[in-house]
């Protein structure tokens, strides 16, 4: 079974750095991983051709008769795994309980040991994986990023840019960092409380990731979200609340470890501590922020209100029921903030063709607060057409916000309508301050353009009003 979040396409305007360099750090580790095998092998080797395994093998048939009277059939690797795996031999083994100083091969003995123990240090999937019953403090960071095969860090690291990327935008390049490496560590915690008898090293990238995937369900809640699902022959999407699939991967971690996969070499507990973990981290974080998620998820929510409304007014529009489209359009602008000049501009040509007066005035008042936020960048035809085409009046904006438009129709060369809005500030006593800042700048432009006539009157309106009285 197979479930998967659908999340949207990465901005790479800003990159998930976080993201992409844990993927690295697997990546370079799992390449220094690559010569653990023939380094396995050289070790092995050497404990067999050394005169090492035949002396242990001795020592360890003999410690298991004092003990229970029992014995070992197993030869060669099998025996020295079955060996490792007997924590009291070892540790007896290795401080000289067992092979004694007393013994005359004890000197060979501990030289051999020695080197030997060297050899397997080079085995850096040995060195740097978690080992539940004997842990170092060093692994419990270093094994989240040990991976055992291409298919395992390949799986891994899919998964966790499907959904880190969203995660880290979310909680930023640190707060990610910190998600992984606690959720980590907590993935590790059943091999820390609950070591399995026998020698079994726990690998913890797939522990880390399985946090980072139940903080993005976290993040989102109850709101519906795609998911990609496989179950056998069948496979599509659906679409679901997210904390839904929380509980089917907790499910699914425990069948696998208790039912469907008891022998297998995968570490299920750990994904499980891992979900659990990632989940109450991501509910400690939406705690201290008083129940509220990220403030990228709540952009999404308004992103898909804004979508939905406008798919209702474009298929209006397609019936041609121009007055319900503009009424939706009217709507969006009421309900939601810093809407952009393209929607503003859809909704004053719907609002027209619907001929009603008071929505094609609201229209243009939209268009203009949209142009005046960034008036450099605004469309100046489509300026100058909705304030030329205003014959009852001017909409209520900000003298701040209209010396800023009109300024834009000027520089873009709309000098007829610009003259039009100048003359109608000066008719207003509470504009005529940009009134007489605008006419100099109008009447400059029209100079320019060989329009003295036209720039002479201009001046005389500013002339009079600088006049004391």
Known sequence: MLILPLPARPDWSRPPLATLSIMLLCLIAFLMQGGDAERAEVAWRYYEQSGLARMEAVAYRAELARRNGSTSTRKGAALLREMEADRGFMKALREGQLITPGSPDYPTWRAQRNHYETLRQRVLTERFALEGQDPRPATLLTHMFLHGDILHLSGNMAVLFVVGYTVEAALGPLGFVALYLLGGLGAALPDLLLPVSGHRLSLGASGAISAVMAAYLGLFGRRRIEFFYWLVFFFG???????????????????????????????????FAGLLSGALLIAGYRWRRHGRSAELVHRQDTDEAIAALRARAEKHVATMQFGPAALLYRKLFDEHDSLGPDLAAEYWRVARLARQGELEHDARRRILECAAIRPDSADAKLLAEVVGGEADGLPVLASAKWEALTGRLIDAGELDVAERLVLRFFARREKQGIAVRLAGRLARAFDARGLADRAAPLRRLVAALELPR
């Open 237 to 271: 999407t659906v679409r679901g609340p997210a904390l839904a699939i929380l509980p089917l991967w907790l499910g699914n971690e425990l069948l696998q470890n208790f039912v469907l996969d008891r022998d297998g070499n995968v570490n299920y507990l750990a994904h």
